[in-house]
């Protein structure tokens, strides 16, 4: 009797996979250790031991969970019992009979001890435009081009069948295929930019356990060394790394991305933290490291975007006379215990091209026209010339088409230089000149893609999807959007 419950419980393991991948920063991210004590509001999470910055398996799997159950249901949909993505990942929290995840993940440690980056955000009253009392923080950030050396291991149980053996290792694909993409980010603050990362290399092991070679050399392997291997082959796609295809695999997130490219008419200043030293000027752009550059580029931060984007959103709607909640439903809100997290991801994007500048300014007493005694300062903004580009990249996640309409009224006071960006807006600081956009609706079953450009004055709107239509029948498409945020917020539209 006690043999047979020993039995029952037993889950014996056909085969072993183990993956093993070089994890690479694109973007400075937030992995915050809740460090009271720290002298940062948010200071980094990092190994005991060897001071490098820690990512855990917990925030790994997260990732990659969330990633695989948007991916197959779309965003917003709950995980329900007996979806694919627990057969990965083990059943859910309210599942106390869930099943546990055959993928074991393990922490990763950066490959040296990383250059830490500090940012200063600030929450802004959109009445005032002011900051508003007690809102300023710091954060520790890993900078970009940091290495983390990833490492998983599936387990396969005999009572799989080879068709239930194919979907398992399919799904790990279709998971990990999100860090080769890089559509997956790690860390706080990832609809502000923070956290984007890929995959450049990957590595596969495969055991079958059932062989007795196969099985020695299983208990043989390395499986504290988290490196790749020099004398392995390496892969650039995880699908072709496990031998799959996921070609038939369809994307059910719906999401309207917008990519736009302007030039930088004159300076824009977006205040660094305390990451100067030395004999800098009291105020310089911000600046962040980036892989492959030996300085630190100029940069537009997510979160000033998002502030900026967020404040004119505000004032469209209250223009309107509305008090819709639009603007919260996209940009995310926190009242009281009620929250939610936004829709729109603001990407930080690097300023090409630009030229950092030292000027002289003093403050000027009202009162007597004279100089106000004590207030000069020096300020290191960036200036633009005919090669400054400034990039823009947007993506809103299950739009409506109000909401489209209104992120084109956006990009239309982008363009024009209506909405400044940055600080110091009141100077003529921050504004862009547009030069292209390309708009590209990913919905599963109608995808829509248009180009937005200007040439010698005259804009252009092409249907890149539909090489046929052009001109008005496209502008219509447009302004149907705009429209729609119109009859939205309750106006009369004309047909």
């Not at 954060?139 to 239930?164: D, M, P, R």
């Not at 890089?182 to 609809?191: H, L, T, V």
């Not at 079953?445 to 008005?472: C, F, M, V, Y």
């Amino acid at each position: 009797m006690s043999q047979e419950r020993l039995n029952r419980n037993q889950h014996p393991i056909a085969k072993r996979i183990i993956v093993r991948g070089t994890l690479i920063l694109d973007t400075p991210t937030c992995l915050g250790s809740g460090d009271a004590d720290s002298p940062t509001d948010l200071a980094l999470l990092r190994d005991s031991v060897s001071d490098c910055a820690l990512l855990t398996g917990a925030s790994i799997a997260g990732a990659l969970r969330n990633y695989l159950r948007e991916y197959q249901g779309g965003y917003g949909v709950e995980e329900q019992k007996g979806d694919r993505a627990t057969m990965l990942f083990g059943g859910t929290r309210r599942d106390p009979d869930g099943e546990k995840s055959p993928l074991i993940i393990h922490d990763a440690i950066s490959s040296k001890i990383p250059i830490v980056e500090l940012r200063d955000g600030v929450a802004i009253e959109s009445t005032t435009g002011t900051a508003k009392k007690g809102q300023k923080y710091d954060l520790e950030l890993l900078a970009a081009g940091t290495e983390f050396q990833l490492s998983f291991e599936l387990s396969i149980e005999k009572k799989f069948s080879q068709s239930q053996q194919q979907v398992l290792i399919n799904l790990l694909a279709l998971a990990l295929r999100g860090l080769d993409q890089g559509d997956i980010s790690i860390g706080m603050k990832k609809r502000r930019g923070f956290g984007r990362c890929h995959v450049k290399d990957w590595q596969v092991w495969n055991f079958n356990l059932e062989n007795h070679d196969e099985l020695i050399a299983w208990l043989k392997f390395e499986h504290w060394c988290r490196e790749l291997l020099p004398d392995r082959k390496t892969y650039s796609s995880i699908a072709t790394a496990l031998g799959v295809s996921l070609e038939n695999q369809k994307d059910e997130r719906d999401r309207f991305l917008m990519h736009a490219t302007f030039q930088l008419v004159g300076s824009l200043l977006i205040r660094s933290g305390q990451d100067s030293t030395g004999r800098a000027p009291d105020v310089v752009h911000l600046k962040s490291h980036r892989p492959n550059e030996s300085d630190p580029v100029s940069v537009l931060s997510g979160t000033s975007l998002a502030g900026v984007l967020r404040h004119r959103a505000e004032r469209i709607v209250n223009t309107l006379g509305s008090c819709s909640p639009i603007v919260d439903r996209l940009f995310g809100f926190v009242v009281g215990k009620d929250s939610q997290a936004s829709r729109l991801v603001v990407h930080e994007k690097v300023i090409k091209d630009a030229t950092d500048l030292v000027q002289n300014r003093i403050a000027i007493d009202r009162f007597t026209g004279g100089a106000y005694h004590g207030a000069l300062f020096d300020e290191q903004p960036i200036f633009g010339g005919d090669e400054t580009l400034v990039c823009i990249e947007l993506e809103l996640r299950n739009p409506k088409d109000y909401e489209i309409g209104l992120l084109l009224l956006l990009l239309k006071d982008l363009w024009t230089s209506d909405l400044p960006v940055g600080g110091e807006s009141s100077i003529g600081r921050g504004r862009l000149k547009g030069i292209k956009a390309d708009l590209i609706h990913h919905h599963p079953q109608n995808p829509q893609q248009w180009e937005i450009s200007e040439e010698n004055g005259t804009l252009h709107i092409t249907d890149k999807a539909d090489k046929r239509r052009s001109g008005e029948s496209v502008r219509d498409t447009l302004e149907g959007f705009v429209k729609a945020l119109l009859l939205h917020l309750g106006k009369e539209v004309e047909v």
